[in-house]
């Protein structure tokens, strides 16, 4: 799995008036990688961590990887 797009990550959070903490929470993972994902310091994070913060969102894990099409536009 490729590296999410944190600011997306953001974003979908803050729309949805989440904390870092309570998102984090939601998904059970630590607020710390949360943060790092957020910050585009995590390479390549689990995919089961990025399921769980997608599914705490509400969107298919595959929303917050940016497409390889997307990134060669970019």
Same mark, same amino acid.
């Given at each position: 799995?490729? %590296?999410p797009? *944190?600011?997306?990550i %953001? $974003? !979908?959070? %803050?729309? %949805? *008036?989440?904390?870092q &903490?309570?998102?984090?929470?939601?998904? *059970?993972?630590? !607020?710390?990688?949360?943060? $790092?994902?957020?910050? *585009? #310091?995590?390479?390549?994070? #689990?995919?089961?961590?990025?399921a &769980?913060i997608?599914?705490?969102?509400?969107?298919?894990?595959?929303?917050?990887i940016?497409s390889?099409?997307g990134?060669?536009?970019a």
């Open positions: 799995m490729e %590296r797009d *944190g600011e997306l %953001r $974003r !979908e959070r %803050r729309r %949805r *008036g989440l904390t &903490a309570q998102l984090a929470r939601k998904a *059970g993972v630590a !607020e710390k990688t949360l943060k $790092r994902i957020e910050a *585009g #310091h995590t390479a390549t994070p #689990h995919p089961t961590t990025i &769980a997608a599914g705490a969102l509400n969107l298919p894990p595959e929303a917050l940016p390889s099409a990134a060669a536009a």
